[in-house]
């Protein structure tokens, strides 16, 4: 196991530096756009060029030319914390002036990349790549930028989808992951350091790779030179179809070692069709902790191969302990899927739709035995659609709500909007949480409804009295 694991990052913002050995999630941040790729109508493969030994190689421009244009660059914004010394005589400075302090929740950025699966504007990227941020902004090649909605995000299995309001968009063809061989060519295209539509290539170097971090997605292992800056990118087949989402490294150094890995597609497709569908992704449940059968404990369990998953808890009250399932039991078969290790078993599990009826095939203390139990399902956070004051947000990223009756007794304004999070326009115009919205362009606010009322009539620039303590003050914000 590596000497540390390198999570998501809240934006994707830092460049992933590890101070040992560790699975990577690669946001990076941008440096300089790159150029433009034009849509071409071309063959996916293009004619083979001949190495100095005979050996024919890939020429991988034509999958380039075709996909190229449905990949797209993502930027990110949000807001994070740093350190500042409330004793430091800029402090106050920052207190009065109403500029966010440094100590408090200051301005972050970060970048991966994406592409887009329907031609009205549907995009799929890493669920790392776009989590907690305020606003998303997605550019296509032909230099256009569009904000972009999450639909919704899976951090189990590491997918989000955006929408971007766009029509008659290029897009990727879908492959199947399942036909992809170990040892054949494949290519990523994303934005490696900000470098828009680069295009790295390597072959497969091993298949339904399950990670200490991950264990519930089969990544296809990859050669493939990624960086930060390609998360949420696609892995192509020769055929130019998108057979992956690059996802994660391996690395000492934070950068690029020669082993990275993808989500396979299906995996990504499943959780978009839920997330498109529902708003919410549902995964499976057993309720066990598994272990890998070594050759000595097939022997002495008294099998004959080290395949299937051998059970070492049971969770009280969950679907397997309800079905009888015990310690000591090894999982050979899920319906008619054969075990072969313990990490294909998660997978399976998590993908079958909670409520469903499996079959099991047990080894238990000699015999086989075969156990149906209906599947659970695994708790999840709420959707970002559904946290705290988000349904309340504005144009100006501010989440409100009024004044209790025992604070309007504290302030000679009743009508005011307390601010309880912040973020976008109002962040970046040093809005913080605690402050109470008076009005907007010298009219009063009453409640959160009249103040959309009042920002639908207005401009892109606007001017909130905002109280502050015992200090009022009119902060220019800009709506953009």
């Known amino acids: 196991m590596p000497a540390s694991t390198l999570k998501r990052s809240l934006l994707a913002v830092t460049l992933l530096a590890a101070l040992g050995a560790g699975y990577a999630k690669f946001g990076g941040q941008a440096i300089n756009p790159g150029a433009a790729v034009a849509a071409v109508e071309t063959p996916a493969v293009a004619p083979a060029a001949t190495g100095r030994a005979g050996m024919a190689l890939p020429d991988f421009s034509a999958i380039v030319e075709s996909s190229g244009p449905a990949v797209v660059n993502i930027s990110v914004s949000g807001q994070r914390k740093t350190a500042f010394d409330p004793n430091d005589p800029m402090f106050d400075f920052f207190r009065r002036f109403a500029v966010p302090a440094p100590q408090e929740r200051g301005p972050a ?4 990349s994406g592409f887009i699966v329907s031609s009205d504007g549907l995009i799929l990227t890493n669920a790392h790549v776009v989590d907690g941020a305020d606003e998303v902004t997605v550019k296509l090649t032909d230099k256009r930028e ?58 497969v170097s091993a298949k339904s790779r399950s990670l200490p971090s991950d264990s519930y997605v089969p990544f296809i292992q990859t050669d493939v030179a990624v960086n930060p800056g390609n998360s949420g990118g696609p892995l192509l087949n020769l055929a130019g179809e998108v057979i992956g989402i690059n996802s994660q490294i391996y690395s000492r150094s934070g950068g ?6 993808a989500i396979p597609i299906d995996v990504a497709m499943n959780i978009e069709q839920q997330l498109v569908a ?12 598994i272990q890998e059968v070594s050759q000595s404990l097939a022997e002495s369990f008294g099998l004959r191969s080290n395949a299937g998953a051998l059970v070492s808890s049971v969770e009280k009250g969950s ?12 999982i050979l078969k899920l319906n008619d899927k054969t075990i072969g290790s313990s990490s294909e078993l998660p997978p399976l599990v998590a993908s079958t739709k909670p409520g469903s009826e ?7 203390q000699g015999t086989g035995h075969e156990i149906t139990l209906s599947v659970g399902e695994i708790p999840s956070a709420r959707p970002a659609s559904e946290k705290a004051g988000e349904a309340d947000k504005t144009r100006l990223g501010l989440a409100l709500r009024p004044l209790t009756p025992d604070e309007r007794r504290q302030t000679d304004h009743p009508d005011g909007l307390l601010v309880e999070n912040v973020s976008g326009p109002a962040a970046r115009a040093g809005i913080r949480p605690g402050d109470l919205v008076l009005s907007l ?40």
């Open 358 to 364: 499996i079959r099991l095939q047990v080894w238990r």
């Open 256 to 261: 690029y070692q020669g082993v990275s890995f």
């Open 441 to 480: 362009n010298g009219q009063p606010v009453r409640d959160a409804a009249h103040l959309r009322g009042l920002l639908d009539k207005a401009g892109k620039n606007v001017a909130l009295l905002i109280e502050r303590g015992e200090a009022k003050i009119f902060v220019p914000v800009d709506l953009g």
């Open 278 to 289: 529902h708003g919410k992704v549902s995964h499976g449940r057993l309720g066990v902790t």
């Open 146 to 203: 569009f904000g972009a909605r999450i639909i919704g995000l899976d951090k189990l299995t590491d997918i989000a989808v955006l929408r971007i309001d766009a029509s008659q968009l290029p897009v990727v063809r879908l492959g199947d992951p399942a036909r992809a061989r170990v040892g054949e060519w494949v290519v990523a295209i994303g934005s490696p350091f900000g470098f828009e539509n680069t295009v790295t290539a390597g072959i």
């Open 319 to 330: 679907p397997a302990a309800k079905a009888g399932i015990q310690p000591g039991d090894i």
């Open 109 to 112: 950025r970060g970048m991966g």
